[in-house]
């Protein structure tokens, strides 16, 4: 029902920052929460941030806050990760996610709780 590309994706420098865009088709993205979270090789996939089905409300994991922002456009059915400060820490692939949702300023943090994924963005920062 919901595709979801990504783009923005790129090796940068420590200390650099990188935007990773998620454009959403199918449906309205209003409708859901998107969220972001990342995979470093050979880990599981955790919880980057996400933001509430307005994007009005975000919430960040504690390894990012004060470096990474999460915006939500419903007319442009993108969300944005804008990622600051980067560190070799935050090399990873990143993955937008969605999860339909009737409940306003809802987040939601567990991977399991999402319904669509986009295909991945790989991120690498370099000491």
């Known amino acids: 029902q919901v595709q979801l590309v990504e783009s923005g994706g790129g090796l940068v420098q420590a200390g650099g920052s990188l935007r990773l865009s998620c454009v959403a088709s199918g449906r309205t993205s209003s409708d859901y929460t998107m969220g972001w979270f990342r995979q470093a090789p050979g880990k599981e996939r955790e919880f980057v941030g996400a933001?509430?089905?307005?994007?009005?409300?975000?919430y960040y994991a504690d390894f990012v806050k004060g470096r990474f922002t999460i915006s939500k456009d419903n007319a442009k059915n993108t969300v944005t990760l804008q990622m600051n400060s980067l560190k070799p820490e935050d090399t990873a692939v990143y993955y937008c996610a969605a999860k339909r949702t009737s409940y306003r300023g809802m987040i939601y943090k567990k991977k399991e709780e999402y319904d669509y994924w986009g295909q991945g963005a790989q991120v690498t920062v370099s000491s």
């Open positions: 933001t509430s089905r307005s994007g009005g409300s975000a």
